[in-house]
């Protein structure tokens, strides 16, 4: 059975750092190496992030943050309540093209192993995230 972790995070952007801080702390405890780690802060920053830009008009708003430890593998699900948005209508980044903005989910998705978006236009978007432990030999 996984060990649960729920955050609930207030929308701005220096709570990113303390979501960050708590995965980094649970992912070592559980034995990732530090490249996993990164990848894991990075790939949740990113959604994070997209939450506090993308997701509500206004300023007074939360988010989850669940972080499921298991034996071989962390799950971590950010989860709001905001706008959400027409999947159909995310472009991946083109090979070479310079973009300002847009590059998160691309982020996410290279970042982790497995990765599952649910968005409704109105009602939110979960996007549960699964770095799986790679035990390396000595």
Do not use: W
Not at 23 to 52: F, M, P, R, W
């Amino acid at each position: 059975m996984a060990d649960v972790l729920k955050l609930c995070i207030p929308g701005k952007p220096e709570y990113v750092g303390t979501v960050r801080m708590a995965l980094a702390h649970v992912a070592a405890q559980a034995g990732y190496d530090i490249e996993a780690i990164d990848d894991i802060k990075v790939a949740v920053s990113e959604a994070c992030t997209n939450i506090i830009i993308h997701s509500h008009t206004n300023v007074d708003f939360t988010y989850d943050v669940i972080i499921e430890c298991a034996e071989k593998s962390i799950t971590i699900s950010v989860v709001d309540e905001g706008a959400g948005f027409e999947m159909g209508d995310y472009m991946e980044p083109i090979p070479g093209e310079t973009r300002g903005s847009g590059m998160g989910i691309f982020i996410v998705r290279a970042l982790m192993d497995d990765v599952d978006i649910k968005t409704e236009v109105g009602v939110g978007t979960k996007i549960r995230m699964t770095k799986y432990l790679q035990v390396r030999a000595v």
